[in-house]
């Protein structure tokens, strides 16, 4: 069993950045493919990004292309979310999930574990 923790979340104007954190524990996270996901008042679960078990290959939505970096590091089974040019559309939610599998997916109900999330407000 995987448990994740987010931190780093908060409030920021617009063009600002954050960085988030999602801390493992329980097991290993070196052969799960990590995830962000998001979730904004009265929409459903938005894939953000996701890194592959190597590290070696990434996939972005196409709303955050550019602006955001996922990024992990195994020796401390930890996954990350550097967020730049922050908009008041980024406000949600943010959870981070985990997957036993190769294949990064954008589809939210194909992560197996998943944090409780942090609170990310972008103002204008």
């Known amino acids: 069993q995987v448990q994740l923790l987010e931190s780093g979340g908060g409030l920021v104007q617009a063009g600002g950045s954050l960085r988030l954190s999602c801390a493992a524990s329980?097991?290993?996270?070196?052969?799960?493919?990590m995830g962000w996901i998001r979730q904004a008042p009265g929409k459903e679960r938005e894939f953000v990004a996701g890194?592959?078990?190597?590290?070696?290959?990434?996939l972005y939505a196409d709303s955050v292309k550019g602006r955001f970096t996922i990024s992990r590091d195994s020796a401390k089974n930890t996954a990350y979310l550097q967020m730049n040019s922050l908009k008041p559309e980024d406000t949600a939610v943010y959870y981070c999930?985990?997957?036993?599998?190769?294949?990064?997916?954008?589809?939210?109900?194909?992560?197996?574990?998943w944090g409780q999330g942090t609170q990310v407000t972008v103002s204008s």
């Open positions: 890194i592959s078990w190597s590290g070696t290959r990434t």
């Open positions: 329980g097991r290993t996270i070196s052969n799960y493919v």
């Open positions: 999930a985990a997957r036993g599998s190769t294949s990064i997916l954008t589809t939210t109900a194909a992560y197996a574990y």
